[in-house]
């Protein structure tokens, strides 16, 4: 069984699985597989509903391997979503909330993120190589091992995620915020940090030959 993400009649469709069908029936977590087709909005707003509810009604989305290319889900809410190995490839996800959502393994490459919420995610080893997250909020987030080669991160704020042995070559973060960010590892490689504030990051064995940092701030910053 897999993940069916198609367009019909003008609405975007994903085959799902009741919940008693499940093995995390005491989670009623929504299985998107080749089954019955459901309106993605009736998902969304079931995921919506448990939410609010903490839990006690609705059902918690996961779209675990699933393929949603070049979808459009601008400010939609899936915080706390299982979305682990996703394939949002050009997806528009402006404003989307993905606070403290799996995104695990996801592939992100091109995706426009401007605005998105990924407060407190987990983007450990995903890929977002040329991906737009202007303004994007990526407070406490982890991610390590992404891949953001050629991403636009300006104006982003990064503080106190993760970001151990990330790859940001050629990534844009004019003035984004990394105040306590932990980037031991990380590769910045002609990354373009004009501006940024990296007060009191983490930059041991960090790869910075290349790398653009004029008016950036380092006080306190570990560079050894």
Not at 48 to 77: F, I, M, Y
């Amino acid at each position: 069984m897999f993940l069916a993400y198609y367009e019909a009649d003008g609405l975007y469709q994903v085959g799902c699985v009741a919940a008693d069908a499940n093995p995390w029936v005491e989670q009623k977590l929504i299985m998107l597989q080749k089954a019955d087709t459901m309106n993605l909005a009736d998902i969304l707003q079931a995921h919506q509903l448990w939410l609010d509810s903490n839990g006690k009604e609705g059902t918690r989305l996961c779209l675990d391997d699933g393929e949603l290319p070049k979808s459009h889900l601008e400010q939609a809410v899936l915080q706390e979503g299982l979305l682990r190995r996703v394939n949002f490839e050009g997806a528009h996800l402006r404003e989307i909330n993905l606070v403290r959502a799996d995104l695990r393994e996801c592939r992100l490459v091109r995706a426009l993120l401007w605005g998105a919420d990924l407060g407190e995610a987990d983007l450990s080893d995903a890929v977002a190589r040329d991906a737009i997250l202007v303004g994007a909020r990526l407070h406490g987030t982890r991610m390590e091992r992404v891949d953001f080669k050629g991403a636009n991160l300006a104006q982003a704020e990064l503080d106190k995620a993760i970001l151990v042995e990330a790859s940001l070559v050629k990534a844009h973060l004019r003035n984004a915020r990394l105040v306590g960010a932990d980037l031991k590892g990380a590769n910045l490689h002609g990354a373009f940090l004009a501006g940024a504030n990296l007060e009191g990051a983490n930059l041991e064995g960090a790869i910075l030959d290349g790398a653009y940092l004029e008016g950036a701030r380092l006080r306190g910053a570990n560079l050894n």
